[in-house]
């Protein structure tokens, strides 16, 4: 059992990681939305840049790109991936 | 034809459908060039009852028929998640359209279908434009239409509507589908085997308890109860009425054991499965021929989303866009002009002077009516007219931004630093065209530029808090107060003022995302779609909408706000002099109900040191902030008004005992926070959608205004 649980908050700019899970103790609502721009269990992503004041992040994913809050990267659990 | 609708095999093909076509899609997809092509531009825009999500609509031409074509609001879902997609969605469930054209870009079609799967879901004839092919194949992408129209079971058009390629085909094959010669029903979707069999079984039991008659589809409805859509638990309530409880029971059991077979919860699975039917359709339709990235787009990121050329150029952006709107609106006379040149806005101040030197001569023999007249119908309305180029050429810049994809940096940009305040990234843009330089600004076109924002708290916070920027209005305000008061000082007065303008805007927002507008910070997810040089044609043609909105609805409402206050400032007469002689303006106004209003209120204005005359003057400022000063030089006999000349009502203000400098930076401290102007409070109630949300930002400001404005003044008195 791994203790600690990687999150796309925890990547760094051009690392690539698949997503395991997301989980559902954000703001309301913020699942579905994740769902519905395509961040789903099995979906590779790339970490493009972060915002100059670090926060927001944009990453790459299902070949566009997204940009989501780092509040909201914290709920999504990833497993890193060689590209 | 009454018989019940079974399932699978309902409504599409019956006769009732309504004739009009609607246009889904993402956003960025290309929609509303599309859509722009469709229609040869022939539209109107209204709002949807109710809500403040706008509705275009125009009319296809295929040979001699003319076709109704609605645009929908571009949407990523239709799972109900904001506003436009509930709009969406309810449009096409209620209307009924006899054919859904959903526009798909081709160069990101996996989360592109994933819509298209939902509209398939719904079970109405569908066309799908896969738009942006030329994007698509410059970026190495083949595409199968004809494969993925077999596997989707609808007609499948490639469309470039920026310029026009595949329209035609495209009104064809709609104009097949209407006449029932070219099939459009999309294939059912699947989810496995499990939920299937759990979506038949609802369906059925939908069915079977119908009271009224089912519309549409039942298997859709059965989706929406296992996603736990509060919007679907309504239209069961209305459909099975008293047997509502039993489909919500089997409903409740259906998700239970399908989360416990997946061990996720049912929304999940089934929004998993419909992007495992649109990469199905991908991996069988779409080849690589060439290796290629989105180059261009990263490269360009690289810089303007820089930590440190990103701020820089931001900021560049803003200064250039400020500069050139009121420029280019106002500044600079450009516009040949009877052998000589005007600004626009001069052109229009031109034009209402000349007309109101028309109205000059019944001055004598009709006082009354040529009052009413002049100021009311020629200046009042006249005064919203002048803003009509700023809003123009604001819109056409913010336009060209927002099709360029730049906005959307923005937004990624500043979110961090606003978020602090309640808003988000993209209310800079508001906040700077309002006035927040410090050097001019019309919170008119500013509250229309929250339309860039996607969160409705936030954009309502950034509309409430927007006016208290400095406006081109308040420049001549605080140009008499200082030169009365604080010759020496011009530039230190205008900076402090600026900075308080920032520090109240701010902190209002604030304190309005803590106490007023509540709730969860909304999730900020954004995409940022590839550059692109903006369509110059659809740039224009939503510029011209906007502007054209504002002409019309601004002025009818700000037409009857006019009469109402000039009725107010003219009403009750005061006798004739002893003498005969009709009583000065002056006399008039101290008169009339504003003079008395202003009386009145002097007990409590005192406190911030303004006595009558500076009431009246500040209640002129309800229309425009700019009457402030003209009805200050009416009280003060002084006719600024016609000379144009600011300086002899400064000297006047500067030698009365009872002003002084702290009572002057008192009332240029109100003026600044003061209850926006008529034209500000028409677009606040028109953007928000409502007139409570007008009334709230009137008597919220002029209550900040006043507490601040006191403070000041009284803290001026103990320093002496």
């Known amino acids: ?83 | 034809m009454n018989a019940p609708p079974l399932p699978g095999a309902a409504s599409p093909s019956a006769p009732v459908r309504r004739q009009v076509i609607v246009i889904a899609g993402n956003p960025n997809a290309g929609k509303t060039s599309l859509f722009n092509r469709l229609t040869g531009g022939s539209q109107q825009v209204g709002n949807y009852p109710g809500v403040t999500v706008e509705h275009k609509e125009g009319v296809m031409r295929h040979q001699d028929r003319r076709l109704p074509v609605i645009d929908l609001p571009g949407t990523y879902s239709l799972t109900a998640y904001s506003l436009e997609e509930r709009v969406a969605r309810d449009f096409i469930i209620d209307e009924e359209p006899a054919l859904v054209v959903d526009v798909v870009d081709a160069s990101n079609m996996e989360r592109n279908l994933y819509l298209a799967v939902q509209l398939m879901e719904m079970r109405v004839p569908l066309v799908i434009a896969l738009n942006m092919i030329d994007v698509a194949e410059s970026r190495g992408l083949r595409i199968d239409t004809a494969r993925l129209s077999l596997l989707l079971g609808v007609p499948v058009v490639a469309t470039v509507g920026s310029r026009g390629r595949g329209v035609d085909e495209l009104i064809e094959t709609c104009a097949a589908v209407l006449d029932g010669t070219l099939d459009a029903l999309p294939q059912p979707v699947h989810y496995g085997h499990q939920v299937d069999e759990e979506i038949e079984g609802l369906a059925r039991l939908i069915t079977e308890n119908a009271v009224e008659e089912n519309r549409f589809e039942p298997s859709w409805l059965a989706v929406k109860l296992l996603e736990k859509d509060p919007s679907a638990t309504m239209r069961i309530r209305r459909i099975a009425g008293a047997r509502q409880g039993l489909v919500e029971e089997a409903a409740e059991a259906a998700v239970l054991r399908i989360e416990r077979h997946y061990k996720d919860d049912a929304a999940t699975i089934i929004a998993e499965r419909r992007y495992g039917v649109a990469a199905g359709a991908v991996r069988q339709c779409v080849s690589r021929v060439t290796e290629s990235r989105m180059d261009l787009t990263d490269r360009i990121d690289n810089v303007v989303c820089g930590r440190v050329t990103g701020p820089v150029i931001l900021v560049a952006v803003v200064a250039a866009l400020f500069f050139w709107v009121f420029k280019l609106s106002d500044e600079w006379a450009w516009m040949p002009w009877f052998g000589g040149w005007v600004s626009p806005t001069g052109l229009i101040n031109w034009a209402i002077a000349r007309l109101s030197d028309m109205l000059a001569p019944t001055q004598d023999s009709m006082p009354m009516l040529h009052s009413l007249f002049d100021a009311a119908l020629v200046r009042g309305v006249g005064g919203v007219l002048g803003f009509v180029p700023l809003i123009f050429f604001m819109f056409l810049f913010i336009a060209a931004l927002e099709d360029s994809g730049y906005i959307a940096r923005v937004a990624f940009i500043l979110d961090r630093l606003l978020r602090m305040f309640g808003m988000q990234g993209n209310s800079i843009l508001a906040l700077i065209v309002s006035g927040g330089l410090g050097a001019g600004g019309c919170a008119v076109p500013g509250i229309m530029a929250t339309r860039t924002l996607r969160e409705e708290k936030d954009r309502l916070v950034t509309m409430l808090v927007a006016p208290f920027m400095n406006c081109g209005a308040k420049m001549p305000v605080y140009a008499v107060l200082i030169a009365a008061f604080f010759p020496q000082s011009r530039t230190e007065m205008m900076l402090l003022l600026w900075a308080v303008s920032w520090l109240v805007a701010l902190a209002a927002a604030w304190m309005l995302r803590r106490f007023v507008v509540r709730g969860e910070q909304t999730p900020f997810v954004m995409e940022l779609p590839p550059y692109h040089v903006p369509v110059l044609r659809g740039v224009l043609l939503h510029t011209w909408e906007r502007t054209w909105l504002y002409i019309k609805r601004a002025g009818t409402i700000i037409l009857a706000v006019n009469i109402v206050l000039w009725v107010f400032m003219y009403f009750p007469r005061p006798a004739d002099g002893p003498d005969g002689k009709p009583p000065t303006a002056a006399e008039g106004l101290s008169h009339s109900m504003a003079g008395r209003f202003g009386h009145a209120l002097e007990p409590v204005t005192k406190l911030a040191g303004f006595d009558w005359r500076t009431n009246i003057a500040l209640l002129g400022g309800f229309a425009t902030k700019e009457v402030v000063i003209g009805a200050l030089g009416t009280v003060y006999a002084m006719d600024v008004e016609k000379t144009g000349d600011n300086a002899p009502l400064a000297a006047r203000l500067a030698s009365e005992p009872d002003w002084s400098p702290r009572r002057a930076f008192a009332m240029m401290l109100f003026v600044m926070l003061y209850a926006p102007c008529m034209s500000t409070i028409t677009v606040i109630a028109r953007e928000s959608g409502s007139w409570k949300w007008a009334a709230f930002a009137t008597l919220y400001s002029t209550a900040i205004a006043f507490v601040i404005a006191l403070a000041a003044y009284q803290a001026g008195k103990l320093v002496g």
């Open chain 1, 1 to 83: 059992m791994k203790t600690t649980v990687l999150t796309l908050f925890d990547l760094v700019n051009g690392q690539t990681a698949r997503i395991v899970r997301i989980r559902n103790t954000g703001p309301k609502g913020i699942r579905q939305r994740l769902l519905d721009m395509g961040v789903t269990r099995g979906a590779v992503v790339r970490v493009e840049r972060h915002a100059p004041m670090g926060d927001p992040v944009e990453i790459a994913i299902l070949n566009y790109r997204l940009a989501l809050r780092m509040n909201e990267a914290r709920e999504i659990e990833v497993e890193p991936v060689t590209p």
